[in-house]
Nanobody, 118 residues
Framework: QVQLVESGGGLVQPGGSLTLSCTASRSIFSFNMGWYRRAPGKERELVAT???????NYADPVKGRFTISKDNAKITVYLQMNSLKPEDTAVYYCNADGVGAYYGMYFWGKGTLVTVSS
């Protein structure tokens, strides 16, 4: 089992920045990590992922604005969000997807709310 706890959400004005953190209960070395979001009335969608080897991938709406990173020693994954827009308003979820010996293990955090509004 891997427990994931997100933090850092809140209210921010359009154009502002926010950094989300996802802290795991154990090593994330053998997991691909990701951030997803669910906006009001919409399906959950991918925001960004980072593989166990450090390769990153971003959804088109956030490319150039968001940066995903991780600190294996701190067992934490970050999502730096810049130039925020009202359409970025959503609950943001952290995900861990096992690889290698941990393939098939899939975990979610409970989410943190980000509201972009003036």
């Amino acid at each position: 089992q891997v427990q994931l706890v997100e933090s850092g959400g809140g209210l921010v004005q359009p154009g502002g920045s926010l950094t989300l953190s996802c802290t795991a209960s154990r090593s994330i070395f053998s997991f691909n990590m990701g951030w997803y979001r669910r906006a009001p009335g919409k399906e959950r969608e991918l925001v960004a992922t980072i593989t166990s080897g450090g390769t990153t991938n971003y959804a088109d709406p956030v490319k150039g604005r968001f940066t995903i990173s991780k600190d294996n020693a701190k067992i934490t994954v970050y999502l730096q969000m810049n130039s925020l827009k009202p359409e970025d308003t959503a609950v943001y979820y952290c995900n861990a997807d096992g690889v290698g010996a941990y393939y098939g293990m899939y975990f979610w955090g409970k989410g943190t709310l980000v509201t972009v509004s003036s």
